[in-house]
Structures are given as C-alpha cells and as structure tokens.
C-alpha cells in the first residue's frame, strides 16, 4: 500500500467521525441534519485535494455550522455578518437547498473577509485535528489501563499479606 494512502486512513475516518466544530452555547443540537451530512461530504471532497498535494483546512459547511451556532449565542459585526451570509449562500446552493431570500443572499465578499473565511475555516481544521489527537489519546490510555488491569488480574499472588 502507498505510504500516502496509509497516511491518509486516518484522515478519511476522520471525516466520518470528527466532531462539528460549534460555538459554546448550548446551539449544538440545532445543527440541521442535511448541514452535518454536507459537512462529511465537504470533508471528504477535502480529504481528497488534501492527497492531491493541497493544504487541508475547514470546509464552507463547517464554517456556516459554526457561524450558525455564534449567531444563535451573540450578535456579530457587519464584516462577520457577511461572511455568515456568503458561507451560508453557498453551502445553500451547493447542496441544493432551496432559494434563500433574495434581500440576504451575498454572492461576494471583501478580500479582507475572504482572509477572515479562510483564517476561521483553517481554525475549524485545528480543532478537528485536536479532538481527534485528544480522543486517541484517551483511547490510548484506556487501552493500557485495561491491559494492566488483566495483566495484574491474571498475575498469581504469590504472597497474600
């Protein structure tokens, strides 16, 4: 098997099992089911370009599930605003969604928050990347908790005190 595809196992369970990444406030659980399914989905396209030699980073749908759930706990500027809308704007489109009102549909945005996108996406991968290390680890531990466990189980006492 080619070591890049052995590298790449991890990262393509990773976008079945990763965590959405969401603002704290409780909003978690108003994430529509058709947005986690095109999270996984972009994920995956992702990993895909990711093999191909492009830098990984969060997709449009993680973004918009995460700008979802800020929208729902604090208000946010107009830079932040659009960006919610444009990100919104496409994952809608792209996933074939409906129409989205026409008086907030954004079809662009400054290349400064354009740089704000990509910089919160490219948070949104480091979070990702950092559940998954923390939950292997966990995994980890458990594991060698076990086996100590059965080991010292299995151990005859030779010397009851």
């Given amino acids: 098997m080619n070591n890049t595809v052995e590298q790449g196992i991890p ?3 990773g976008c079945l099992t990763d965590p959405i990444v969401v603002f704290p406030g409780g909003w978690a659980d108003t994430v529509p089911d058709w947005l986690k399914t095109a999270i996984t989905l972009e994920r995956m396209i992702g990993d895909m370009k990711a093999l191909k030699g492009e830098e990984p980073i969060g997709t449009d749908a993680e973004a918009c599930a995460y700008l979802m759930t800020v929208s729902l706990t604090q208000p946010m500027g107009s830079d932040w605003t659009q960006i919610y809308l444009y990100v919104a704007s496409q994952t809608y ?3 074939e969604k409906g129409e989205m009102p026409a008086d907030i549909v954004v079809d662009s945005i400054s ?4 740089g704000e ?3 919160l996406k490219a948070w949104i991968y ?3 990347m950092k ?3 923390e939950k292997d680890r966990a995994e980890r531990r ?3 908790e076990e086996a100590e466990a059965q080991r010292e ?3 005859p006492a030779l010397f009851e005190f």
Wanted: proline share 0%.
């Fill in 142 to 144: 458990e594991e060698r």
């Fill in 117 to 119: 996108l990509n910089r």
């Fill in 111 to 114: 290349d400064y928050q354009t």
């Fill in 153 to 155: 189980a299995e151990q």
């Fill in 126 to 128: 480091r979070q990702r």
């Fill in 11 to 13: 990262d393509t369970v």
């Fill in 131 to 133: 559940a998954r290390l």
């Fill in 93 to 95: 489109k792209r996933w």
